[in-house]
């Protein structure tokens, strides 16, 4: 299992949207939409797991591709250095 990183969505990007977009790809099996928590609108990123194979094959099909009018950044979840977790 694969987790994606999905950068410069639309803020009326849907958990739908998502689904509907990735799945063309093989079997999404968990999607994390990040929200703003008082408007509810996308914050502009999402995390999408899949299988390895299906992972990469959504890589290349939609990374730089248009979608909603901005070209969305696909690519394998990478932890931030020197994030170690809250406290």
Same mark, same amino acid.
């Given at each position: 299992? !694969?987790?994606?990183?999905?950068?410069?969505?639309? =803020? %009326?990007?849907?958990?739908? #949207?998502? $689904? =509907?977009?990735?799945?063309?790809?093989?079997?999404?099996?968990?999607?994390?939409?990040? =929200?703003?928590?008082?408007?509810? $609108?996308?914050?502009?990123?999402?995390?999408?797991?899949? @299988?390895?194979? @299906?992972?990469?094959?959504?890589?290349?099909?939609? #990374?730089? !591709? #248009?979608?909603?009018?901005?070209?969305?950044?696909? %690519?394998?979840?990478?932890? !931030?250095?020197?994030?170690?977790?809250?406290?």
């Amino acid at each position: 299992m !694969k987790k994606l990183f999905v950068g410069n969505l639309p =803020t %009326n990007t849907s958990e739908k #949207d998502l $689904q =509907t977009l990735f799945s063309k790809f093989g079997t999404v099996r968990s999607l994390n939409l990040v =929200t703003d928590i008082f408007s509810d $609108q996308c914050k502009g990123f999402g995390f999408i797991e899949m @299988e390895g194979h @299906e992972a990469r094959a959504a890589i290349a099909g939609l #990374d730089g !591709k #248009d979608f909603n009018g901005k070209p969305i950044k696909v %690519n394998f979840e990478s932890p !931030k250095a020197g994030r170690r977790g809250r406290k």
